[in-house]
């Protein structure tokens, strides 16, 4: 197994991705700590997953946009398994669609603590306990391209992780390898909530593969990027959208 013995948070880990991360982490022998925020049955349902299965998980409700409930989460972590080796920063979301020129300042201060700021935050209280070990933050392809209809702020937050992630790469290695996913079109609630059906099927009819992702082809580069076997990778934002776009 490549996480036999270590110990992987996963932040938003109750539903989609995040689940699936979790998931996929755990099926590699790593401990698993979950976080959510309002996705408690999902959250619990993977840790009963991960037990019947052998293996060990468990989940802890929290707002990590707030100092408080990171240092919570990784205090309950060190506490349960003593360190940690793998971050999965997977909170976040666009909140709404919104132009720019509706945006307030109150929607693009939450955009920015959602996504950006709870990624810092979590960096920060892990470093302390972080050895020989892997962050892997989830950016966005609207990094890179800026984005659909409505999502400046979203696609400014993610783009600054990305900055974050080769930044963090220089500075952390060569003990800590810090990765970032530019996720394309992925079936999952994010786009169930923000995405016309429309832009969905039209996405499907133009990309190379003729589909969308899924959450499982995210989990498997997240184990890809959170173990040896990408030893030499560091400060990449990987692509993986089906080749909608090449970078």
């Given amino acids: 197994m490549k996480l036999q013995g270590k110990t992987?948070?996963?932040?938003?880990?109750?539903?989609?991705?995040?689940?699936?991360?979790?998931?996929?982490?755990?099926?590699?022998?790593?401990?698993?700590?979950?976080?959510?925020?309002?996705?408690?049955?999902?959250?619990?349902?993977?840790?009963?997953?991960?037990?019947?299965?052998?293996?060990?998980?468990?989940?802890?409700?929290?707002?990590?946009?707030?100092?408080?409930?990171v240092d919570a989460l990784v205090e309950a972590t060190v506490a349960e398994f003593g360190g940690i080796n793998v971050l999965v920063n997977n909170a976040g979301g666009i909140i709404a669609r919104k132009s720019f020129a509706d945006t307030t300042l109150e929607h693009w201060?939450?955009?920015?603590?959602?996504?950006?700021?709870?990624?810092f935050l979590m960096i920060k209280a892990c470093l302390p306990?972080?050895?020989?070990?892997?962050?892997?933050?989830?950016?966005?392809?609207?990094?890179?391209?800026?984005?659909?209809?409505?999502?400046?702020?979203?696609?400014?937050?993610?783009?600054?992780?990305?900055?974050l992630t080769r930044g963090l790469a220089k500075e952390l290695g060569p003990k800590v390898r810090?990765?970032?996913?530019c996720p394309g079109m992925i079936d999952t609630d994010f786009h169930n909530l923000h995405t016309k059906d429309e832009a969905r099927r039209a996405f499907e009819a133009s990309v190379p593969v003729k589909r969308q992702g899924t959450s499982e082809d995210i989990a498997n580069l997240v184990l890809f990027l959170a173990c040896d076997d990408s030893g030499f990778i560091t400060g990449a934002n990987v692509d993986i959208n089906g080749g909608m776009i090449f970078s």
């Fill in 178 to 181: 810090v990765n970032a996913l």
């Fill in 8 to 69: 992987a948070i996963v932040t938003g880990g109750g539903r989609d991705i995040g689940r699936a991360c979790a998931l996929k982490l755990a099926e590699e022998g790593a401990n698993v700590v979950i976080n959510y925020f309002s996705s408690s049955t999902g959250a619990d349902s993977a840790v009963a997953e991960i037990r019947e299965a052998g293996g060990k998980a468990i989940a802890l409700q929290g707002d990590l946009s707030k100092s408080a409930d």
């Fill in 129 to 163: 306990h972080l050895t020989d070990g892997a962050i892997v933050n989830l950016a966005s392809q609207a990094g890179r391209d800026g984005g659909g209809p409505g999502s400046v702020s979203y696609a400014t937050s993610k783009g600054a992780v990305m900055t």
């Fill in 109 to 119: 201060q939450a955009v920015m603590e959602l996504n950006l700021t709870s990624t």
